[in-house]
């Protein structure tokens, strides 16, 4: 049974291009969240997607969109990069059932450079 | 809004030396209350979970008890191993996104 995948691993962009990364839940989830981890912090999250919406956003600006497509996996696309959006960003999946209590399970994260 | 705070790090210790790390939280409801653990360069995994006042979580030998009174979730563990040494992170949930601590990085000597 596959767990969350993510993809690319790694990323170098510079400033003010654009960016997409990729994630495929784990089997079973519809769920999917989108979290940025700066150096030596803890996950702050960016947004939930269900049913191919958008459920709930954190406080990130516009330049942050998503996307999640009927089989479930989501897209995150980060317009006009700044340097401030190095991060590491992880994607977790969870079925809906459960509720808030449901376990989230994390994918490896994409590491995003931004020169 | 909901917050966490966990004990800052970095925590070092001795093998088979036992461990406390301190997680306190804020919130307007009920939370689901979690531990996860990030091995370098991975993402996190799960640790342990609780959904309700007075639930002991439990995994690998190590446990946390979801405290509505103190609103803590200390994670413990009674004898640590080198392979124990991650960052740890305290979070919850009460509605569909995910509040996490800032981390506690480990380090078990042998």
């Known amino acids: 049974d596959a767990g969350v995948t993510q993809s690319p691993t790694h990323l170098i962009k510079t400033r003010g291009q654009q960016v997409t990364l990729r994630c495929s839940p784990k089997s079973g989830h519809d769920t999917v969240s989108w979290y940025q981890q700066a150096l030596g912090q803890g996950p702050q999250f960016i947004f939930q997607?269900?049913?191919?919406?958008?459920?709930q956003r954190g406080n990130f600006p516009d330049r942050f969109s998503g996307h999640q497509f009927p089989n479930y996996s989501s897209e995150l696309n980060v317009n006009a990069l700044l340097l401030g959006d190095s991060a590491l960003y992880l994607c977790?999946?969870?079925?809906?059932?459960?509720?808030?209590?449901?376990?989230?399970?994390f994918g490896p994260g994409t590491r995003l450079l931004v020169l | 809004g909901d917050s966490v705070t966990q004990m800052e790090g970095p925590v070092t210790l001795s093998e088979e030396a036992f461990l406390t790390i301190n997680c306190t939280y804020t919130a307007t409801g009920y939370p689901s209350l979690f531990w996860y653990v990030q091995y370098p360069g991975e993402g996190l995994q799960l640790l342990l979970k609780?959904?309700?006042?007075?639930d002991k979580g439990s995994n690998k030998g190590f446990e946390a008890t979801y405290r509505k009174e103190t609103t803590s979730f200390h994670l413990e563990k009674g004898s640590v191993q080198v392979s124990d040494s991650a960052v740890y992170f305290c979070a919850l949930s009460e509605v569909n996104d995910m509040r996490f601590g800032a981390g506690t990085r480990l380090t078990v000597k042998p």
């Open positions: 997607y269900y049913e191919e919406e958008e459920r």
């Open positions: 609780a959904t309700k006042a007075d």
């Open positions: 977790a999946s969870r079925g809906l059932a459960g509720g808030p209590g449901e376990t989230q399970y």
